[in-house]
């Protein structure tokens, strides 16, 4: 699968650059993609509010708004959709998720998946979502 390349059944992998202006791209690609996978739009707008927290985090804490790389892959299987979202950056801090003001986001994201798993790296973050999805009734 070429990035960027969505196929039924196959998931979809997004490289882009880091930056605020990419968001809705991203969201655009994701929404496309699981429309295709016929996922219900309630579950849509959860997924799409996931990706905008994990993407603004890269942003923000993993590049400090400078230039890097946001990998997407997301993938249905079954009644599932997994997504992973990787960035290359300054990496996780678990301090900072505890932090009483901001820092919120990952808390948002927990309440709307059934698992969450943050995996540091020797650079930057990987973040690895599974989420049970309802189909879209016609």
Known sequence: MKEGE?????GIKIIVP??????????ALVKTY??????????????LTVIDELATNAIEHGYNYHNGEISFFMIKEGNFVKITVEDFG???NRLKESKSEGGMGLNIVRGLVDNLEIKPKKVGTKFEILKEVEEETK
């Open 18 to 27: 880091s930056s605020l202006k990419n968001l809705s791209l991203i969201r």
């Open 6 to 10: 969505i196929l039924q059944g196959e």
């Open 90 to 92: 300054a990496g996780f």
């Open 34 to 47: 699981l429309i295709a996978e016929s996922v219900s739009k309630k579950d849509i707008l959860r997924l």
